[in-house]
């Protein structure tokens, strides 16, 4: 047997979330769906440079801006906006809203900010952040006078 520690604002959530489904839920709706307003996104590091790639689906390049802010942080957001005007279809269910979507990244120290270059087509923003050569550094005798 395996004790759970029982949490009872999580449970009432829970069940009162389920409850809701089983009234309202007509097959269309997902109960394991997360809404948040973070992007998804891979960091791939290679010798020459980090790769970052992000879902941005249904977004134009138009609705994103990518900066890097003076302390050295990657900044990425973008806009989306949906029809919501009065003449609107009764929605059954509404998942897909407005709103704006950011993430931020510290830079790593080697990374060449004047060199970032990002693409985007079909939804998947891809970050090319060039990384500067490691200088080894040599010891030195200094010698004592």
Not at 4 to 22: G, Q, V
Not at 47 to 66: Q, S, W
Request: glycine share 4%.
């Amino acid at each position: 047997m395996t004790l759970i520690k029982w949490t009872p604002i999580n449970s009432i959530n829970r069940d009162f979330d389920h409850m809701l489904d089983r009234i309202f839920n007509d097959g269309w709706n997902n109960n394991n769906k997360i809404r948040n307003n973070t992007p998804s996104v891979d960091i791939i590091e290679n010798e020459e440079e980090f790769v970052l790639t992000a879902d941005f689906p249904g977004f134009d390049k138009k609705n994103l801006n990518i900066e890097v802010e003076e302390n050295g942080i990657l900044n990425i957001n973008a806009n989306s906006k949906i029809n919501n005007e009065p003449n609107d279809p009764l929605y059954r269910i509404r998942e897909r809203n407005c709103g704006s979507y950011n993430r931020k990244f510290n830079l790593p120290e080697n990374a060449i900010v004047d060199k970032i270059n990002a693409q985007f087509k079909n939804g998947l923003l891809t970050v090319n952040i060039p990384k500067a050569k490691e200088i080894k550094s040599e010891s030195k005798k200094i010698k004592i006078s």
